[in-house]
């Protein structure tokens, strides 16, 4: 398909090329093509982010905010194609697709040459290529229980050989973690050539090289650098860099000057009407097509909701702040875009986010944790009491659907007709099966006690804006009516998210994402081995536990399907989490940004999208 014709060149541009000799000689280009850079104006695309972030150090984020950034930082040996539906894997790093063993236990990976980081003063005022140890001290640092990282159990789940036991080493020894040590499942082959070895069959193995704002490539000189302060301090070999952060308020990247030459392509299907008037618009153009980006910290809702309005944001998207639902009905009245926005050219992107609405229960918490039948039955009954239609019609207007298993939509395994009791609501049966294992009301005052007579009162975290006040108003009134006391311990969402890595918290409400297109990843959360990191709710089930380490080995197909049936089933049984919704996007973008496409399991798109400032100057 042919490239797009470049813009023309202002008349006085226009006139310096006639007098440079016209066309033919390399030195006016060169001098024309310095002039019209230097006369367009700067393009930058403005966001808000409707929590704060937490830290820039990849192997330590566990929140989408923080990801949001290093995603453009970073980057990963593959990544997936923007356009292509179904998703697609593509090199990213990486000079070509992994060459894969016949048992999908050894993966050879060649870099691309001549990639280098974005200039730092780690580096000594010397240019920094990356290389293969790049790629290998990342996957280090994400097992360093220093780290604490979100992932760690991932990577040993993932059974690259030697992995575990070098973890364990600086567990036991409570060290610091070997980075010189040899690890037989990480391979530097040469200068470009990395070689991973597993312990077992993945044949899905790849998904965990596509995560640049989890494993990208790092340079060890940068961390060491920096030390305790190297999360402020991320250095990558991706589009952008940091500018500027003023911590829970502003964060600005730049495009990274040294940012190789890479030009916007896609394969979308040939049916596909949006992904080929995109490719057909942008082929060809260089990335990133902005020059700056800057994201705003905007927690309550409606100040987030005007600043969209009144034109200080220029969209509102998924990772990046959408709708806020208490607006939706505003934005898109019965799932269409409201006639002031059309009339204003905002564009509407719509979709069923392949993503929940989950609350956890403390495994370990003495009340509601523990597999024994009576603490069952209260997570089920606790589970039953909740109606999430309720929730979704008035605290969520409308935009999202009942869950009814931890499989995300649009990934695999997920199968829209399922059904299970995570989705019920009963208020009869969970009084029945209260009363039947002892959760009674003993003392008349109204509210239930546990079974050796001490008071059932359950605690749920939660933060402090508005919206989290009417999601505990629903929780309140539907365990009231089965006779629960409940109270609200208040906090901000980073706070929350340490307490509940530390197994402190009781209950808590929050949001999880699908990072990439296997829907076994979401049942991670319920795997034993990574109870207090991405499990946590501490779920410790050996049947569970099982069933998923099969999953792992199986090629896609019907064994691995009827598995997926399992899990669903053991996770609605035991009830460590109770999954509430699958939530619907509503992601609005002013008309002086293009490019936009919804991207279903990662974060980085700002390098995608182009802006118009003379049309938002024109429009402000």
């Known amino acids: 398909m042919p490239r797009p014709r470049p813009p023309t060149p202002p008349r006085s541009v226009r006139r310096r090329t006639l007098l440079l000799g016209g066309l033919a000689a390399p030195a006016a280009l060169n001098a024309v093509n310095a002039l019209a850079a230097d006369s367009a104006p700067t393009k930058v695309l403005r966001v808000a982010f409707n929590s704060a972030e937490t830290s820039f150090d990849p192997a330590r984020i566990s ?27 593509v090199p990213r790093l990486a000079a070509g697709m992994p060459e894969v063993s016949a048992d999908f236990r050894v993966w050879t990976v060649r870099l691309q040459r001549g990639i280098f980081f974005a200039d730092d003063p780690a580096f000594g005022g010397k240019r ?122 502003k964060i600005v990247l730049e495009r990274n000057p040294g940012f190789r030459t890479v030009h916007y392509s896609g394969q979308p299907a040939a049916g596909d009407v949006d992904g080929q008037a995109l490719l ?90 523990g597999i024994t039948p009576d603490k069952v039955a209260l997570r089920r009954a606790l589970s039953l009491a909740y109606d999430v239609q309720r929730e979704i019609r008035l605290v969520r207007r409308g935009q999202a659907v009942p869950a009814q298993s931890p499989v995300l939509p649009g990934t695999t395994g997920y199968d829209p007709a399922f059904r299970s009791s995570m989705a019920e609501y009963d208020p009869a049966r969970a009084r029945a099966l209260l009363d039947l294992y002892g959760y009674v009301d003993r003392n008349g005052d109204g509210w239930r006690e ?18 989290y006040r009417l999601f505990n108003e629903v929780w309140q009134r539907c365990l009231k009516a089965v006779g629960v006391r409940c109270e609200f311990k208040i906090a901000q969402w980073p706070t929350n998210l340490k ?86 996007a509503n992601e609005l973008f002013h008309p002086w940004v293009a490019g936009y496409r ?8 700002w390098h995608l999208v182009d802006v118009d400032p003379a049309r938002r100057s024109a429009q402000a």
């Not at 919804?598 to 798109?605: L, Y």
């Open 63 to 89: 929140d989408i905010y923080s990801r949001a950034i290093t995603a453009h930082i970073f980057e990963s040996l593959y990544t997936y194609d923007p356009l292509a539906r179904p998703v697609l894997v």
């Open 128 to 249: 920094r290529e990356l290389v293969a140890d790049d790629v290998l001290y990342a996957f280090r640092r994400s097992i360093d229980p220093a780290n604490k990282g979100p992932k760690s159990s991932n990577v040993i789940a993932e059974g690259i050989v030697g992995m575990a036991e070098l973890r364990q080493a600086a567990l036991a020894g409570k060290r610091a973690l070997d980075y010189d040590a040899p690890v037989a499942g990480l391979q530097a082959l040469d200068r470009y050539t990395v070689r991973f070895t597993l312990k077992a069959s993945r044949p899905r193995f790849i998904s965990l090289l596509t995560q640049n704002d989890v494993f990208p490539a790092q340079a060890r000189e940068v961390v060491e650098h920096y030390g305790a302060a190297a999360a402020e301090h991320p250095v990558g070999t991706g589009p952008f860099r940091l500018k500027h952060w003023v911590r829970g308020s």
């Open 280 to 369: 057909a618009r942008f082929a060809g153009r260089r990335l990133p097509m902005v020059d700056q980006v800057e994201v705003s910290i905007i927690e309550e809702h409606q100040p987030l909701w005007l600043s969209f309005l009144n034109r200080e944001i220029d969209c509102l998207a998924t990772n990046a702040g959408a709708v806020p639902i208490e607006f939706a009905t505003l934005a898109v009245p019965n799932g269409a875009l409201a006639p002031n926005l059309a009339r204003q050219g905002v564009q509407l992107h719509r979709n069923l986010r392949s993503d929940c609405g989950l609350v956890f229960f403390n495994m370990d918490d003495p009340v509601v944790g």
């Open 450 to 467: 546990q079974p050796d007579g001490r008071p059932l009162v359950l605690q749920m975290s939660t933060e402090p804006e508005q919206i």
């Open 499 to 584: 307490s509940a890595q530390g197994g402190s918290l009781q209950m808590w409400m929050l949001g999880a994402s699908a990072d990439e297109p296997d829907g076994q990843d979401a049942l991670r959360r319920w795997y034993g081995p990574q109870s207090g990191e991405g499990n946590l709710a501490r779920f410790r089930l050996p049947a569970f536990d099982q069933v998923f380490e099969r999953m792992q080995a199986l090629p896609d197909g019907p064994e691995r399907e009827a598995l997926f049936l399992q899990a669903k089933r053991l996770a609605a049984a035991y009830m460590p989490y109770k999954v509430l919704v699958h939530r619907i």
């Open 598 to 605: 919804r991207m279903p399991f990662w974060g980085d798109w």
